[in-house]
């Protein structure tokens, strides 16, 4: 059974960074196209970083919000994936998930808080 812990998340100010990390169980996590989620009040669940497996070259992409802005990268020695965010914007404010792309599991973990504000 994967299992996927979030942590890094915060209250920074606009035009702050945050590094998001996302710690995997188990072995498989080099075989997994991983993503970062993120779900605002009254918003859906947002897709805005995905990364492709190891196998599969570790392709990224985003939403075109945060193109520019973030990087999601993974080290699969460690079984973490990363979200570094860079010149954070109100619209950013968001609960922050990671989980396979797609999602697989049928459920969600904590997740870690994201909040920008001045």
């Known amino acids: 059974q994967v299992q996927f812990v979030e942590s890094g998340g915060g209250l920074v100010q606009p035009g702050g960074s945050l590094r998001l990390s996302c710690a995997a169980s188990g072995s498989i996590f080099s075989i997994l196209n991983m993503g970062w989620y993120r779900q605002a009040p009254g918003k859906q669940r947002e897709l805005v970083a995905s990364?492709?497996?190891?196998?599969?070259?570790?392709?990224?992409d985003y939403v075109d919000s945060v193109k520019g802005r973030f990087t999601i990268s993974r080290d699969n020695a460690k079984a973490t994936v990363y979200l570094q965010m860079n010149s954070l914007k109100h619209e950013d404010t968001a609960l922050y998930l990671c989980d396979t792309n797609p999602p697989m599991r049928g459920y969600w973990g904590q997740g870690t808080q994201v909040t920008v504000s001045s």
């Open positions: 990364i492709t497996s190891r196998g599969s070259g570790g392709s990224v």
